[in-house]
């Protein structure tokens, strides 16, 4: 089982057309009469992932999150991929943004930044190796020190 769609809300639903097609998003769909735009992830041919973006009324509109899979290694190009595109990364559970920071109890490692709602958005690439909860959240360096400590302690 997989998610195959999920949605957020959006104060200006063309702004949010912009913002995702900007993030490479493949407009699907644009319904008007009910303000909602639908955008395919990945492969466009595939029809395997989609983003519903709602327009609402403003008094109403509460933030949601989600998150876009992706390889480490292109994980590693969001900072200049966001910053080209004028968006910029957002601090996360107390660790700055200068490096990933890794869910140790995954492990994946994560950038996160809001689309113009304030949506919280998130890259996220998983690791190998083994879940280490106790780590909390932490820099993808000090995670390959802790992964590569256990090695040479074996």
């Given at each position: 089982?997989?998610?195959?769609?999920t949605h957020v809300n959006t104060r200006n639903l063309e702004q949010s057309i912009e913002f995702y097609q900007?993030?490479?998003?493949?407009?699907?769909?644009?319904?008007?009469?009910?303000?909602?735009?639908?955008?395919?992830?990945?492969?466009?041919?595939?029809?395997?992932?989609?983003?519903?973006?709602?327009?609402?009324?403003?008094?109403?509109?509460?933030?949601?999150?989600?998150?876009?899979?992706?390889?480490?290694?292109?994980?590693?190009?969001?900072?200049?991929?966001?910053?080209?595109?004028?968006?910029?990364?957002?601090?996360?559970?107390?660790?700055?943004?200068?490096?990933?920071?890794?869910?140790?109890?995954?492990?994946?490692?994560?950038?996160?930044?809001?689309?113009?709602?304030?949506?919280?958005?998130?890259?996220?690439?998983?690791?190998?190796?083994?879940?280490?909860?106790?780590?909390?959240?932490?820099?993808?360096?000090?995670?390959?020190?802790?992964?590569?400590?256990?090695?040479?302690?074996?």
């Open positions: 089982m997989k998610i195959y769609e900007s993030l490479g998003l493949e407009l699907a769909y644009v319904i008007n009469e009910r303000r909602v735009a639908f955008f395919w992830l990945e492969d466009a041919e595939k029809k395997e992932q989609m983003l519903g973006v709602w327009e609402g009324a403003a008094e109403k509109f509460v933030p949601s999150h989600f998150a876009f899979g992706v390889s480490l290694d292109e994980l590693m190009k969001i900072p200049s991929f966001l910053e080209k595109k004028g968006i910029e990364l957002r601090p996360s559970f107390g660790l700055d943004t200068s490096e990933p920071v890794v869910h140790a109890w995954v492990p994946a490692a994560s950038y996160y930044f809001a689309d113009p709602d304030g949506n919280s958005l998130e890259y996220l690439a998983l690791l190998e190796g083994e879940a280490r909860p106790e780590l909390g959240a932490v820099h993808l360096s000090k995670w390959h020190e802790v992964m590569n400590h256990d090695k040479r302690s074996v």
